[in-house]
């Protein structure tokens, strides 16, 4: 965890608002540090990607920073910091399972980067970014788009769980022309990751590719 010169930044970063009538001297939660911290993650990300990928059109710059800034990637880079083991909240919160929940976790993230800025400026801020999501994913975004995510998923969840990825449909949209689909993929019956394409193996792969950046963040 990075030092921080003012620890109330700190300290307000990871309080969630459910702590705020609970615990005494808990007068601000951390969803307007969420509110920067988004802000700033998305601009250090898209440059990050403009620099990186100079012939890349903007539909698929915007696929990639997708996949960095989801709820689930920043969930990953959260848990990898222990950021569920530090957050202030109430104990109903907390009981609820808060402390675990991934929405939560990728709010805090965003909170800790507005709290990063604040307190020590945007280029420490920037670096907390690089060390902490967007080195971990180089050699994934790397990766060209006719990789196989659904083969490489399905073989390393076949030697740790002896067992396939599900695949659903979940919805689809648009006109017969230009229709979206939406994938959900599940390990034994358990949610693990989404992801949408324009034909439904496009979207498989996008939801395979989805749960294979969460493994690489936390395998970092």
């Keep these: 965890m990075i030092l921080f010169n003012d620890q109330t930044l700190l300290k307000t970063a990871l309080t969630h608002r459910s702590a705020i009538n609970e615990k005494k001297g808990s007068h601000q939660s951390n969803e307007r540090l969420e509110f920067l911290g988004d802000a700033i993650l998305e601009l250090v990300v898209s440059d990050f ?72 400026g945007f280029t420490k801020a920037a670096d907390f970014i690089y060390q902490n999501l967007l080195h971990k ?23 740790q769980f002896q067992t396939a990825p599900k695949y659903q449909l979940v919805k689809s949209f648009g006109p017969d022309h230009n229709k979206t689909f939406i994938v959900k993929v599940f390990l034994k019956r358990q949610l693990k990751g989404e992801g949408r394409g324009k034909t439904k193996q496009a979207a498989e792969q996008a939801a395979a590719k989805s749960v294979i950046i969460s493994l690489c963040l936390k395998s970092n």
Aim: aromatic fraction near 6%; charged fraction near 20%; proline fraction near 1%.
């Design 49 to 120: 990607l403009f620099k990186t990928y100079p012939k890349l059109s903007e539909g698929r710059l915007t696929q990639k920073r997708a996949a960095i800034v989801q709820t689930k990637t920043l969930a990953a880079a959260a848990i990898k910091l222990n950021l569920g083991q530090n957050l202030i909240m109430s104990k109903g919160e907390k009981k609820a399972g808060g402390q675990t929940n991934v929405s939560l976790l990728a709010n805090t993230f965003e909170a800790l980067i507005g709290a990063i800025y604040l307190d020590q």
């Design 137 to 159: 994913l180089t050699l994934l975004l790397n990766q060209t788009d006719i990789h196989d995510f659904k083969s490489q998923l399905q073989e390393t969840w076949q030697k």
